[in-house]
């Protein structure tokens, strides 16, 4: 980011804005026209009609389906639309001046987040070109807000989970694109102040179910009745709240926990899946290798997280939180793994 160059910001602007448009809503053969110009995805987006209908289709499977594309869903604990991180977004949008016409479930939307950015590069070309340092300084410092309380924290997660369940090799293309961009940008930001704090929320000590080790977290074969009950509830909580699990879970990453045990997962809310699973795997003895295939999942996610925080330092602030999440959500699953084989071997005796 050579903020002193015209040119670049404004390469930086369009890309923001298409990207944008893509998360937003389904491609139309213009965008794909314009998608082809770019070299970095050039060779992933296709050019007929039908190839187009296609697209539609996998853009709500992923976005509709699996990939919520809304940071409450990420740093939240309540699994709604429209919380408290919607409303920090919604407040800078105000501050900054940025209306979008564009309906969607909730003002955090990736689309309207990146959105942001690319009204934030233009306001910076308009002062570039206007010679208006103080205009230049705020738009800098803005842009910098947008990447560090929000577009940083969440993305590098949500666009993981667009990897893990997309099809087709366009909206992978995307999703690393994206990323690069957030993160280049990120690093290369001298916004002012140079560096502002995450806010108390993300630093806080954490109130979370897994952070708090509640004195029968992960006791899920220890009781009968009514606690056995109240103890799986609590874990599959743990699983499914990506800020307290350290990532997010989708459907499909359910069904394919379901299909490497044999178990088929019907497509529900993703709370009731887990549940199901569990259910299914206890009834079918099949509990160790739920919680095997759940620690390899978690795993995957911690060393891709890892390669992402050694590539761009800068987001190691952001790592922490998702890193020391996972590992927590290892270790539980590696108690529960414990707990279940020596209950077991009780019921054996």
């Known amino acids: 980011m050579e903020h002193g160059d015209g040119d670049l910001s404004a390469a930086r602007q369009s890309l923001y804005a298409l990207l944008a448009r893509l998360y937003l809503r389904p491609p139309d053969l213009a965008v794909l026209a314009t998608l082809r110009s770019i070299p970095d995805i050039a060779d992933t987006a296709p050019e007929t009609t039908d190839a187009l209908e296609h697209l539609q289709v996998e853009y709500e499977a992923i976005f509709g389906r699996n990939a919520y594309p809304y940071e409450s869903l990420y740093v939240d604990h309540d699994l709604m639309l429209n919380t408290a991180a919607a409303q920090r977004f919604a407040q800078l949008c105000h501050q900054c001046g940025f209306v979008e016409e564009t309906t969607v479930g909730a003002p955090d939307h990736l689309g309207r987040q990146l959105g942001l950015m690319a009204h934030l590069l233009a306001i910076e070309i308009r002062a570039l070109r206007e010679q208006n340092p103080a205009l230049l300084r705020w738009s800098r410092a803005q842009q910098h807000r947008c990447l560090v309380e929000h577009l940083a924290h969440w993305t590098p997660v949500f666009l993981g989970v667009v990897e893990r369940v997309a099809d087709h090799p366009l909206y992978c293309t995307i999703a690393r694109v994206t990323l690069e961009l957030i993160l280049d940008d990120l690093e290369q930001s001298d916004g002012l102040p140079p560096w502002i704090p995450l806010s108390e929320h993300r630093v806080a000590s954490d109130l979370s179910p897994t952070a708090g080790r509640d004195e029968d977290d992960g006791a899920l074969f220890a009781h009968a009745g009514d606690d056995n009950e109240r103890d799986l509830n609590q874990i599959v909580r743990s699983l499914i709240i990506p800020d307290v699990a350290g990532m997010f879970i989708s459907r499909r990453d359910i069904g394919a926990l379901g299909c490497r045990l044999g178990i088929k997962a019907p497509l529900r809310e993703r709370m009731q899946m887990m549940r199901d699973l569990f259910d ?70």
């Open 280 to 349: 299914a795997a206890a009834r079918f003895e099949r509990i160790p290798a739920l919680l095997d295939h759940l620690d390899e999942l978690f795993a995957a996610e911690f060393w891709r997280l890892a390669v992402v925080t050694e590539r761009y330092p800068v987001w190691t602030a952001h790592a922490r939180h998702w890193l020391s999440r996972l590992e927590r959500s290892r270790a539980m699953i590696r108690e529960l793994r414990t707990q279940f084989l020596a209950y077991h071997a009780q019921e054996i005796e």
